[in-house]
């Protein structure tokens, strides 16, 4: 899987509205700024998640972007599907979409597979704990391991 710029920048956007004390909208400015992000680009990002009903903006002077609902409600996997749509397609399609013939018929076990595995991790974690910087041990386990940072 390649984790989209998108789904990076809308993270990353998420993570700085979770972590203001006071959950006060902040502005796309002050957003892309803090996390280095064209605006142009957050501004797109911002309208993505606000049709997946994750963030809400505000008008007037101390209008801005803020969660539509509990940081801890939204998951990873809700940000990149809002932003990216599927975890995992094979050519467009969903992996249970997909059909192969003979021998090639295995192949559609390996995309479920490993749309499983993403799942066990990305729905597992919530802006909240990302926020927090307190992941949990499903994921920090896994990280735990040398072999888990080294490319292959």
């Not at 998108?6 to 700024?33: C, F, H, N, Q």
């Not at 809400?56 to 609902?69: C, F, I, P, T, Y």
Request: charge should be negative; avoid cysteine; charged fraction near 25%.
């Amino acid at each position: 899987m390649r984790v989209s710029t998108k789904s990076d920048y809308a993270l990353r956007a998420l993570i700085e509205m979770a972590g203001r004390a006071d959950a006060t909208p902040v502005s796309a400015d002050e957003l892309g700024r803090r996390q280095d992000i064209p605006s142009g680009f957050l501004q797109a990002i911002l309208a993505d998640l606000r049709r997946a009903g994750i963030v809400v903006s505000q008008r007037g002077q101390s209008g801005g972007w803020r969660l539509a609902k509990d940081a801890d409600t939204v998951s990873v996997a809700d940000v990149i599907r809002a932003v990216d749509g599927p975890l995992v397609s094979v050519y467009g399609l969903r992996p249970e979409a997909v059909t192969y013939k003979d021998s090639a018929e295995v192949l559609q076990h390996v995309w479920i597979a490993a749309r499983r595995s993403l799942r066990d991790v990305f729905e597992e974690v919530s802006i909240q704990q990302l926020a927090d910087g307190d992941l949990p041990a499903a994921v920090t386990d896994r990280t735990a391991d040398e072999d888990a940072w080294q490319p292959h």
